[in-house]
C-alpha cells in the first residue's frame, strides 16, 4: 500500500496547491463536487448538519465521494480548522491517476472505508 504521504506527493503533481485560511470554507454541502483534496499541510474539520463529524490532516484525502458518485453533489462541508495547503485532482487527473497508478485507487478506497468505520464508531457511542 502507499503511504499517505506518497498518495499527497500523486497529488502536488495537479495544478498549484491552495492555501485556505483557518477558518475559512473549502467547499458546502449541496455544492456540485468536481475536485478531491489532499492536505499537505493542516488541519481540515469535515461538517455534516453544522456538526463536526472529524478532523483530518496532513497525508488525508477528501472529497471524493463527488467524484465517484454520479450526482457530484457535497454530502458535508469541509471548513480549515488551521491554515492549510490543499493540492487537488479534478476528475480528469483523478481518473488519471486511478488508472496509471492502481495503490492511488486502494489508498483512497481505504481513507473513504476507514472515515467511514470511524463515523460508524461514533455514531454507535
Given at each position: 500500500?502507499?503511504?499517505?504521504?506518497?498518495?499527497?506527493?500523486?497529488?502536488?503533481?495537479?495544478?498549484?496547491?491552495?492555501?485556505?485560511?483557518?477558518?475559512?470554507?473549502?467547499?458546502?454541502?449541496?455544492?456540485?463536487?468536481?475536485?478531491?483534496?489532499?492536505?499537505?499541510?493542516?488541519?481540515?474539520?469535515?461538517?455534516?448538519?453544522?456538526?463536526?463529524?472529524?478532523?483530518?490532516?496532513?497525508?488525508?484525502?477528501?472529497?471524493?465521494?463527488?467524484?465517484?458518485?454520479?450526482?457530484?453533489?457535497?454530502?458535508?462541508?469541509?471548513?480549515?480548522k488551521t491554515d492549510s495547503l490543499l493540492a487537488f485532482l479534478d476528475r480528469e487527473h483523478f481518473m488519471f491517476a486511478v488508472q496509471q497508478t492502481p495503490?492511488?485507487?486502494?489508498?483512497?478506497?481505504?481513507?473513504?472505508?476507514?472515515?467511514?468505520?470511524?463515523?460508524?464508531?461514533?455514531?454507535?457511542?
Open positions: 500500500m502507499l503511504e499517505p504521504i506518497k498518495t499527497i506527493e500523486l497529488f502536488q503533481k495537479s495544478p498549484s496547491p491552495k492555501t485556505f485560511s483557518a477558518g475559512s470554507i473549502i467547499f458546502q454541502e449541496g455544492e456540485c463536487g468536481d475536485v478531491i483534496y489532499g492536505i499537505i499541510s493542516g488541519e481540515v474539520e469535515i461538517l455534516v448538519d453544522g456538526k463536526v463529524v472529524e478532523t483530518i490532516q496532513k497525508g488525508d484525502v477528501f472529497g471524493e465521494g463527488s467524484l465517484i458518485h454520479l450526482d457530484r453533489q457535497r454530502d458535508s462541508r469541509a471548513i480549515a495503490m492511488f485507487a486502494l489508498e483512497v478506497m481505504k481513507s473513504y472505508s476507514d472515515r467511514l468505520r470511524r463515523l460508524r464508531h461514533k455514531i454507535a457511542i
